[in-house]
């Protein structure tokens, strides 16, 4: 949405280069990459070859890593931010946690988007990575040093794969729509959370 859009350029804006961790087949850096620099150089990340094609046709990032993200290794700071966009919550949360220390050296900045609190949501496409294994509030988050805004509206107006529960679905969307600035400040109350956090 505009919003999540409007957060990512802000926050990208300054990049030089960008580490997209679990980038899927669709990483939301295709619709906005037209307002970051030039100049920037960008590296996906993902284990699943049908999702890592698919982004690689789309040409979004400047290069592409088929690997698990707690396999990547990069020298100290090789990046101006890494990103994880819907992804922690499909780890253990002490996974997670392990991992951290890793991309606070690896990069000067890290954005996160994850559902507020836990999320139901089955294995599709056939990935076993689609599996939601942990969910993060904006506490959680807190304790370990990012700043959170909400987004998508408020939590209880959408559902699994952030559906929202309002039918029709135009309807639901438009409503949960309008309620998107009340979020952006209160992320509490939001669906999703969106967390940064500097590393010097």
């Known amino acids: 949405g505009e919003i999540v859009d409007k957060f990512l350029i802000n926050e990208l804006k300054d990049c ?8 899927g087949p669709h990483s939301p850096l295709g619709r906005i990459k037209d307002k970051l620099k030039p100049s920037l150089h960008s590296v996906g990340v993902d284990d699943f070859d049908p999702y890592l094609e698919e982004n690689r046709k789309s040409k979004i990032h ?3 890593i088929k690997s698990n993200i707690f396999d990547i290794d990069f020298p100290p700071k090789s990046f101006d931010c890494v990103m994880l966009m819907d ?3 499909h780890f253990e949360k002490e996974d997670f946690l392990k991992l951290l220390p890793k991309l606070e050296k690896t990069a000067k900045k890290i954005i996160i988007m994850t559902p507020n609190g836990f999320v ?3 294995v599709y496409d056939g990935n076993e990575y689609q599996l939601h294994k942990s969910g993060w509030t904006v506490d959680d988050m807190e304790k370990i040093g990012f700043k959170c805004v909400g987004v998508l509206g408020l939590k209880y107006l959408r559902g699994e794969v952030a559906l929202p529960v309002i039918r029709p679905i135009i309807l639901g969307n438009m409503i949960s729509n309008m309620t998107e600035p009340i979020v952006y400040n209160n992320p509490k109350i939001a669906y999703h959370i969106h ?6």
């Open 62 to 64: 400047s290069e592409y």
């Open 87 to 89: 992804v922690i919550e």
């Open 120 to 122: 139901k949501q089955e």
């Open 195 to 200: 967390c940064k956090k500097k590393n010097r």
């Open 16 to 23: 030089n280069s960008l580490l997209d961790l679990g980038c």
